[in-house]
């Protein structure tokens, strides 16, 4: 049986600007607003009955009874025991080029003496408390556990809060917990959706409040993370991470069967998925379309990659490099360069992850290559970056001056408090001047 219809081809020159937008815009900010007056009812109930609510709305969208939400070291420890061990092994593997990439990026301190006895520094320190919200709805992701687990242990933050949510039995996975433990995870909570990201920001008898909330995740996930972050004195968040995307490019020497297994790779994350390929290549498309129809059949998540494809975009450019522009436009969180000079254009579009040429599909990077999967979706890779360990650092400035240095700094000082109107300043200045 085959269950796509498979998507139409568009000519981009034919459609006009608002027909381009329309085209591609995000499914999930279709449904934005409802989203959001959904969650903004999660959070007010967790806000106000703590973990009686946790339970009461896993209950209710997760179908699962929890007795508390949050699992003793002991549950922790026992699920993690029995772990596969292949795929014990398999995380094992995957930490080991995660954790290069991630200990790689350790910033430099910086020491300037800008003017001769006025020293400045930046230094960074590691966040305290971390939430990290591991996506678990329609797929359990233990490799989340370790994008997220490794650059926050690797900063040196002391308290690891993991929500993810509960399988049938109430607890998390194996694999989940193994990873859990492996990256030095301190408290597991069996909690997912806005539910989990409203008890990460405000705590509640079993669940910690944290200072930044990290994570992928649904749409209902993104908007409560983008909801506490705006509430004063809420949490921080690392960037909007929703629904998968993937853009590829592709020019006449891409192979259709890669294509459209890429393609379906990312649209079994869920129906929200968008995957859109772009090339100037009519026969590329028209055999990329037969190969999804023969591909998704196959497929065990075929309902699911069948539901993404609808919102799934083939578009015939008239050039590569019109085809380029608009994959910029776009700004995907994960681009494909399945091109002839793919190294050359990977610095020419705003994407958070790329992956360049024909042997670097993007279920590579989501598991093992090393670089994190956590990444900015709905066009936000145009300002925003891919997860790294700096994320889970503060950076803050120290200056120290001596007498001498201040003497030399105050004319500077005092001439610009008193040209502001701000005469106090320039005083705290000359009060140390005499001495
Ligand atoms: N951008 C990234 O870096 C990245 C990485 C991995 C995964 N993802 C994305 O994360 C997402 C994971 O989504 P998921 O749904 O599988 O898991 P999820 O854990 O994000 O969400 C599941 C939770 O959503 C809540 N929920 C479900 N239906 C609801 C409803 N009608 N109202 C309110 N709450 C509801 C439930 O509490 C459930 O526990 C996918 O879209 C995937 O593409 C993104
Ligand atoms: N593609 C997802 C990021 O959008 C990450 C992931 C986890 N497991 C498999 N894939
Ligand atoms: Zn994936």
Redesign the pocket.
């Known amino acids: 049986m085959t269950y796509l219809s498979v998507p139409p081809i568009t000519r981009w020159a034919e459609l006009d600007a608002a027909q381009r937008r329309e085209l591609l815009q995000r499914p999930a900010q279709a449904a934005e607003s409802q989203t959001v007056t959904?969650v903004q009812g999660?959070l007010q109930q967790v806000r106000a009955e703590g973990d009686a609510a946790l339970q009461r709305?896993?209950a209710q969208?997760?179908r699962v009874e929890l007795p508390t939400p949050r699992l003793t070291p002991g549950q922790v420890e026992v699920q993690a025991a029995r772990v596969p061990a292949e795929v014990r092994a398999a995380i094992d593997a995957a930490y080991d080029n995660i954790y290069a990439f991630h200990a790689a990026q350790q910033p430099r301190p910086v020491t300037v003496e800008t003017q001769p006895g006025v020293i400045c520094e930046l230094r960074y320190a590691p966040l305290q408390r971390v939430g990290l919200y591991i996506?678990?709805?329609?797929?359990v992701?233990p490799s989340?556990v370790l994008m997220l687990g490794i650059p926050a242990a690797l900063a040196g933050c002391q308290h690891l809060v993991l929500c993810?949510?509960p399988g049938a039995d109430g607890l998390l996975s194996p694999a989940v917990c193994y990873a859990a433990t492996k990256v030095g995870v301190t408290d597991v909570v069996a909690v997912?959706?806005?539910?989990a990201v409203a008890a990460l920001a405000y705590g509640t008898e079993s669940v910690p409040r944290v200072d930044k909330i990290f994570g992928?995740?649904?749409a209902?996930?993104t908007a409560a993370k983008t909801l506490v972050s705006s509430e004063a004195g809420g949490p921080a968040i690392d960037m909007p991470?929703?629904?998968?995307e993937l853009l590829i490019v592709a020019d006449k020497t891409a192979d259709a069967a890669f294509l459209a297994a890429d393609l379906l790779s990312q649209a079994e994350?869920?129906a929200?998925?968008q995957v859109i390929l772009v090339s100037s290549s009519a026969a590329v498309l028209e055999a990329t379309c037969h190969e999804l129809a023969r591909q998704l059949d196959r497929l065990p998540r075929r309902d699911i990659a069948a539901r993404a494809l609808t919102a799934c975009r083939l578009i015939l450019t008239g050039s590569l490099d019109e085809a380029i522009k608009v994959a910029d436009d776009y700004a995907p969180?994960h681009l494909s360069l399945q091109t002839e000079r793919a190294a050359e254009q990977a610095g020419q579009i705003r994407a958070g992850s790329v992956f360049v040429g024909h042997y670097a599909p993007v279920a590579g990077g989501d598991y093992a290559t090393g670089t994190n999967?956590?990444?900015p979706?709905y066009g936000a890779a145009r300002a925003s970056s891919s997860l790294g360990l700096h994320d889970f650092l503060r950076r803050y400035t120290v200056q120290t001056l001596s007498h001498s240095g201040l003497k030399a700094l105050a004319p500077t000082v005092t001439a610009l408090a008193r040209e502001e109107g701000l005469e106090a300043h320039a005083r705290a200045i000359e009060a140390r001047l005499n001495l």
């Open positions: 959904r999660i709305l896993t969208f997760d996506p678990g709805g329609s797929a992701l989340s993810s949510p997912g959706g806005a539910q992928p995740g649904n209902y996930v991470a929703g629904p998968s994350h869920g929200d998925s969180e999967h956590v990444l979706t």
